[in-house]
């Protein structure tokens, strides 16, 4: 039998881990009920009782949101969840569930590998504490599958309870972006990021494009 994680023990639950994970990780944006539940891969009892504890305890808070809904021109108003940037503990507990979190370039190339010969694996945004960029994670291999790189992230994403922005290409297509200058990869190199793997010279090509 699995030991149990001892963060559910001293939070109460799997599934409070996670969600506290998912609004911390994610602490400019509001999300429904229904993302939540789906992004955090929960149960909906689950994950309203916890929700329920989490606004109680004060570490989020509801707001009005307006969502676009398929089919409708006009928006719908709905029930918004974001955490409570007010509440003293923040960023201290930011900082404990990201030091106990299993994110890390280790555990994520573990997971990626499962999807073939990796080329270049460079990592921003949630991995070194930036939770606000837009990328989580880049991706080139020589030959790649879009569906198998998902699944390995989906993988990955249901161990640590949060959502994992990834942009995944041909070797080829990177190599041509970064000499191109595009925003995607400007925005990757140019702030705070790790490489964990390159077997193609983006590096070098990223430091010409520099000088």
């Known amino acids: 039998m699995a030991a149990r994680d001892p963060l559910s023990i001293l939070f109460g639950s799997a599934a409070r881990v996670k969600l506290l994970r998912f609004f911390l990780f994610n602490p400019s944006k ?3 009920f ?3 539940s789906r992004r955090a891969k929960l149960v909906r009892r689950t994950a309203r009782t916890e929700m329920n ?3 109680k305890a004060e570490v989020i808070k509801q707001k009005t949101v307006y969502i676009e809904v398929e089919g409708k021109s006009k928006k719908m108003k709905a029930i918004g969840y974001s955490v409570n940037k007010d509440f003293p ?3 201290a507990l930011q900082t404990f569930l990201f030091e106990t979190a299993p994110i890390d370039g280790k555990n994520l190339l573990k997971h990626l590998r499962q999807a073939g010969t990796l080329d270049f694996v460079g990592v921003s945004g949630v991995f070194v504490r930036d939770f606000e960029q837009r990328l989580d994670v880049l991706i080139a291999m020589k030959k790649f599958s879009q569906a198998k790189i998902e699944k390995a992230i989906r993988s990955l ?6 959502e994992i922005r990834f942009a995944a290409m041909s070797s080829d297509d990177l190599m ?3 000499g191109m200058y595009d925003k995607l990869t400007r925005d990757f190199f140019d702030y705070t990021h790790q490489v964990l793997i390159d077997r193609i010279g983006v590096k070098d090509e990223v430091m010409t494009q520099r000088m």
């Not at 994403?157 to 949060?162: K, T």
């Open 89 to 91: 503990e923040l960023q």
């Open 176 to 178: 041509y972006r970064v």
């Open 30 to 32: 509001e999300f429904t």
């Open 34 to 36: 229904d993302d939540i």
């Open 53 to 55: 504890a989490l606004e």
């Open 157 to 162: 994403e249901a161990e640590v309870g949060i």
